[in-house]
């Protein structure tokens, strides 16, 4: 069993940057590949980045390609998502996922939730 919790979320200026941190619960965080999806009101959630459980493979959406990296720390059972260049768009609930296997977009492949973090970006 993987408990997720999302933090650093906030309200940011466009063009400004925020870093998200999902810390992970369980000593075996480490094999567990993760991702990062986001949900706007009226919409459906969506894939944002994924990173594979030792990092060394990572996707992104088209959307967020160039200005979000995703990373991990598996020491400190941890997995980022630097956010920059933010835009109104980026506006979300973002939520970090976890596999037991599944390295991808998509999310009815993760087993693991958090409960989400807020983003808001003003113009």
């Known amino acids: 069993q993987v408990q997720l919790v999302e933090s650093g979320g906030g309200l940011v200026q466009a063009g400004g940057s925020l870093r998200l941190s999902c810390a992970a619960s369980g000593r075996t965080f480490s094999r567990y590949p993760t991702g990062w999806f986001r949900q706007t009101p009226g919409k459906e959630r969506e894939h944002v980045a994924a990173?594979?459980?030792?990092?060394?493979?990572?996707n992104y959406a088209d959307s967020v390609k160039g200005r979000f990296t995703i990373s991990r720390d598996n020491a400190k059972n941890t997995v980022y998502l630097q956010m920059n260049s933010l835009r109104p768009e980026d506006k979300a609930v973002y939520y970090c996922?976890?596999?037991?296997?599944?390295?991808?977009?998509?999310?009815?492949?993760?087993?693991?939730w958090g409960q989400g973090t807020q983003v808001t970006v003003s113009s």
């Open positions: 996922a976890a596999s037991l296997s599944y390295f991808g977009r998509r999310q009815d492949l993760y087993e693991y």
């Open positions: 990173i594979t459980s030792s990092g060394g493979g990572t």
